[in-house]
């Protein structure tokens, strides 16, 4: 088995002892180091604390999902955290709810556990049966730690660039004067951190040798790898060889990324693992065991809920709100079956717009007049102007569709219902998405689409080919020839389909520098019913500001105050 699901809250070590379940690690603060060095328990309730503070976006700003905030979505309702991003109100005083106060504290943690809880033997457990089992686990805690510190280190620089840095426990002298590090130079830390501990990390926990494995294998799907660290070090090659990170444009940035997304490649072949058929199996409830050949890493929630499903089936239908609605710029993106976009094909159907398209976006995007979503609804959504589920309804879409990614349609929130809410699991890492980042790498490296050295056999044609070879989706490859701007467009537009709504839009937008072109408007469809029951299909702009400044998050101004030596990104004041 090699997905890694993290089961967020106690679940993921749960095997280490039953006192690891019953305990939070915040309530270890009021326990001294020795308590802590008791035992394998209660060393490992500070692992799950580190895990803890991933992240994950079922709908993180009060409903919406951060694709809102992009064009993949828009949220059906007004006045929410999500328009903080795009109306004009963002400063340093109402910064939308970011990465900095989780990660600096999972980072703090990491630094703790780094320097106080390694080296243990646990002399007086050494009696136990399963000592040896432990003490495996325990010594490569170590490697999972510092795998986290790098993790968290990315999703700072991704958000702020230059960032304080501290591979050790602050004092808090210093806590409130450490000066930001530039973002490069995190990144070399990343990738450093990636190779110093990828060959020393368990490689993959369902296939442990006898004398350590313990019988149960749940606890053991939710903890880095070593796939894990080279999906963290090839992602985050990709981001410092980017426009925003790489300003001038750097080749041997791009060499790097090249080299390490072909890695990771080499190693999940190695591995024996590859793109699972069925595109819409990647988020269902139980991608932890169908999908495993293709997710490197997820974050499993450790109880049911249906926040997703309710917070963005149709509104209209008993206890669903609407939410977070696809526009009319990811449909377009869609191509059609003979793999044109739909104002270049014969496909296309102006009655039928939706029809003859990609099957991505069917698995993706609930359209007018379909039947079955979720699975328990009879009647065909009505999401034109006053149907049962369009505008004015309250939460009614205000693009013309619904999003099914990541919502479970067999779900039922209804109150005679008896299958009201499931597990789920946030993709971290999954196979698909380095293809992609390999072709972009190669791409930037090489020159051109059809270029392969031999460092480099795979081209970034074929390789950005791939996530459209599976059985369920099966649209045509890449073409040969493609001039640089063909290719860049394509590909764009293949990462925005393959990728959407597993939280990537928001960032690659912004590291490629483009947020001028995709950030200041999204299209509404308005859908009307015509007498004779024919259905019109009317495009709407609406405009979205967009500033440059808001390539990286502000500084908080409640940091900035506690420690002068921290600046501020450009744009956002002193």
Same mark, same amino acid.
Request: charged share 25%.
């Given at each position: 088995?090699?997905?890694?699901?993290?089961?967020?809250? @106690?679940?993921c070590l #749960?095997a280490?002892?039953?006192?690891?379940?019953?305990?939070?690690?915040?309530?270890?603060?009021?326990?001294?180091?020795?308590?802590?060095?008791l035992?394998?328990?209660?060393?490992?309730g500070?692992?799950?604390?580190?895990?803890?503070?991933?992240?994950?976006?079922?709908?993180?700003?009060?409903?919406?999902?951060?694709?809102?905030?992009?064009? %993949?979505?828009?949220?059906?309702?007004?006045?929410?955290?999500?328009?903080?991003?795009?109306?004009?109100?963002?400063?340093?005083?109402?910064t939308?709810?970011?990465?900095?106060?989780?990660?600096y504290?999972?980072?703090?943690?990491?630094?703790?556990y780094?320097?106080?809880?390694?080296?243990?033997?646990?002399?007086?457990?050494?009696?136990? $049966?399963?000592?040896?089992?432990?003490?495996?686990?325990?010594?490569?805690?170590?490697? =999972?730690?510092?795998c986290?510190?790098?993790?968290?280190?990315?999703?700072?620089?991704?958000?702020?660039?230059?960032?304080?840095? /501290?591979?050790? @426990?602050?004092?808090?002298? =210093?806590?409130?004067?450490?000066?930001?590090?530039?973002?490069?130079?995190?990144?070399?830390?990343?990738?450093?951190?990636?190779d110093?501990?990828?060959?020393?990390?368990?490689?993959?926990?369902?296939?442990l040798?006898?004398?350590?494995?313990?019988p149960?294998?749940?606890?053991?799907?939710?903890?880095?790898?070593?796939?894990? @660290?080279? *999906?963290?070090?090839?992602r $985050?090659?990709?981001?410092?060889?980017?426009?925003?990170?790489?300003?001038? #444009?750097?080749?041997?940035?791009?060499?790097?990324?090249a080299?390490?997304?072909?890695?990771?490649?080499?190693?999940?072949? $190695?591995?024996?693992?590859?793109?699972?058929?069925?595109?819409?199996?990647?988020?269902?409830?139980?991608?932890?065991?169908?999908?495993?050949?293709?997710?490197?890493?997820?974050?499993?929630?450790?109880?049911?809920?249906?926040?997703?499903?309710?917070?963005?089936?149709p509104?209209?239908? =008993?206890?669903?709100?609407?939410g977070?609605?696809?526009?009319?710029?990811? @449909?377009?993106?869609? %191509?059609?079956?003979?793999?044109?976009?739909?104002?270049?094909?014969?496909?296309?159907?102006? *009655?039928?717009?939706?029809?003859?398209?990609?099957?991505?976006?069917?698995?993706?995007?609930a359209?007018? #007049?379909?039947?079955?979503?979720p699975?328990?609804? %009879?009647a065909?959504?009505?999401?034109?102007?006053?149907?049962?589920?369009?505008?004015?309804?309250?939460?009614?879409?205000?693009?013309?569709?619904?999003?099914k990614?990541?919502?479970?349609?067999?779900?039922?929130?209804?109150?005679?219902?008896?299958?009201?809410?499931?597990?789920?699991?946030?993709?971290?890492?999954?196979?698909?998405?380095?293809?992609?980042?390999? $072709?972009?790498?190669?791409?930037?490296?090489?020159?051109?689409?059809?270029?392969?050295?031999?460092?480099?056999?795979? /081209?970034?044609?074929?390789?950005?080919?791939?996530?459209?070879?599976?059985?369920?989706v099966?649209?045509?490859?890449?073409?040969?020839g493609?001039?640089?701007?063909?290719?860049?467009?394509?590909?764009?537009?293949?990462?925005?389909v393959?990728?959407?709504f597993?939280?990537?839009?928001?960032?690659?937008?912004?590291?490629?520098? =483009?947020?001028?072109?995709?950030?200041?408007s999204?299209?509404?469809?308005?859908?009307?019913?015509?007498?004779?029951?024919t259905?019109?299909?009317?495009?709407?702009?609406v405009?979205?500001?967009?500033?440059?400044?808001?390539?990286?998050?502000?500084?908080?101004?409640?940091?900035?105050?506690?420690?002068?030596?921290?600046?501020?990104?450009?744009g956002?004041?002193?």
């Open positions: 088995m090699k997905l890694n699901t993290f089961l967020c809250g @106690v679940l #749960g280490l002892s039953a006192c690891s379940e019953e305990m939070d690690y915040h309530e270890y603060n009021n326990y001294d180091e020795d308590f802590v060095k035992n394998f328990g209660n060393v490992g500070l692992i799950t604390n580190i895990y803890s503070d991933l992240d994950t976006d079922f709908g993180s700003y009060s409903g919406a999902v951060l694709g809102a905030a992009t064009d %993949e979505a828009e949220y059906a309702y007004s006045g929410g955290a999500i328009e903080t991003f795009y109306n004009g109100t963002w400063s340093p005083v109402n939308p709810a970011g990465a900095w106060s989780s990660c504290r999972a980072i703090s943690n990491c630094n703790l780094l320097e106080r809880f390694t080296g243990l033997t646990f002399p007086e457990l050494e009696m136990n $049966a399963d000592y040896k089992p432990q003490m495996y686990r325990y010594n490569n805690y170590r490697y =999972e730690v510092r986290l510190r790098a993790y968290y280190y990315f999703l700072l620089v991704r958000q702020y660039g230059d960032v304080p840095f /501290s591979d050790h @426990v602050l004092t808090a002298d =210093e806590s409130n004067s450490l000066p930001r590090t530039p973002a490069q130079d995190i990144f070399d830390y990343i990738i450093a951190e990636c110093a501990v990828k060959d020393s990390i368990i490689a993959d926990y369902a296939n040798p006898a004398d350590v494995a313990l149960a294998e749940s606890p053991e799907t939710g903890r880095v790898n070593r796939l894990t @660290v080279l *999906a963290l070090k090839a $985050a090659a990709l981001y410092a060889a980017s426009p925003l990170f790489n300003p001038t #444009g750097n080749k041997e940035l791009w060499h790097r990324a080299l390490a997304n072909k890695e990771l490649l080499d190693a999940a072949d $190695a591995a024996k693992m590859k793109l699972i058929d069925d595109y819409a199996k990647l988020w269902t409830k139980n991608n932890y065991k169908d999908a495993t050949s293709e997710i490197i890493f997820g974050r499993r929630a450790d109880r049911e809920s249906s926040s997703m499903e309710t917070s963005n089936f509104a209209g239908l =008993e206890n669903c709100k609407g977070n609605c696809p526009t009319q710029n990811l @449909v377009d993106a869609y %191509e059609m079956v003979d793999g044109k976009p739909w104002d270049q094909s014969a496909f296309y159907d102006p *009655a039928n717009p939706c029809a003859n398209r990609d099957p991505r976006l069917a698995a993706t995007i359209v007018n #007049g379909e039947t079955g979503w699975a328990w609804n %009879e065909p959504l009505e999401t034109f102007q006053g149907g049962a589920n369009g505008e004015p309804v309250n939460g009614g879409t205000p693009t013309g569709y619904y999003l990614k990541y919502c479970q349609g067999d779900i039922d929130p209804r109150s005679n219902s008896t299958n009201k809410s499931a597990y789920h699991t946030w993709i971290t890492f999954r196979l698909g998405e380095f293809y992609l980042n390999y $072709a972009e790498a190669v791409f930037r490296y090489l020159g051109s689409a059809d270029a392969t050295s031999a460092e480099f056999p795979l /081209s970034a044609r074929e390789a950005a080919s791939r996530t459209r070879a599976r059985k369920s099966n649209m045509p490859p890449f073409p040969t493609m001039s640089n701007d063909e290719f860049w467009t394509k590909y764009k537009n293949e990462r925005m393959e990728l959407a597993e939280g990537h839009r928001f960032w690659d937008v912004r590291r490629w520098k =483009e947020a001028d072109k995709y950030f200041r999204i299209t509404e469809m308005k859908i009307t019913r015509q007498t004779d029951g259905f019109a299909y009317t495009r709407k702009e405009a979205r500001q967009w500033d440059d400044k808001m390539y990286f998050f502000p500084i908080p101004q409640a940091d900035k105050l506690k420690n002068p030596n921290l600046g501020q990104n450009p956002w004041g002193d």
